[in-house]
């Protein structure tokens, strides 16, 4: 049983930043891969970033040098910094934890409720 709640989401202009946070509770969290995920309506869920236990990191092309993913195990969280985000960021950001070290949406068996990001032009 692993449950997510996301933070941190607002509004926010074009060159701006954010960091989100999702906090996990459950005991597999440090063996978990924990990634980010967005979905803006009538789009599917988009993969934006992943971390596995050993800090391995892997990311979409179209957020990297802009985003980061990390992690605190002490604190059962994963954040995301988000900088030079651009009106197209804009959607409900999600987080999700899987068994494996993966991009696909499918993989991931449990996901939190979405925090909103909009970014202003």
């Known amino acids: 049983q692993v449950q997510l709640v996301e933070s941190g989401g607002g509004l926010v202009q074009a060159g701006g930043s954010l960091r989100l946070s999702c906090v996990v509770s459950?005991?597999?969290?440090?063996?978990?891969?924990l990634g980010w995920f967005r979905q803006t309506p009538g789009k599917e869920r988009e993969f934006i970033a992943t971390?596995?236990?050993?800090?391995?990191?892997d990311y979409v092309d179209f957020v990297k040098g802009r985003f980061t993913i990390s992690r605190d195990n002490a604190k059962n969280t994963v954040y995301l910094q988000m900088n030079s985000l651009k009106p197209e960021d804009t959607a409900v950001y999600y987080c999700?934890?899987?068994?494996?070290?993966?991009?696909?949406?499918?993989?991931?068996?449990?996901w939190g409720q979405g925090t909103q990001v909009t970014v202003s032009s």
């Open positions: 459950g005991r597999t969290f440090s063996t978990y891969s």
């Open positions: 971390i596995n236990w050993s800090d391995s990191t």
């Open positions: 999700a934890a899987s068994d494996q070290f993966s991009r696909r949406k499918y993989a991931y068996k449990y």
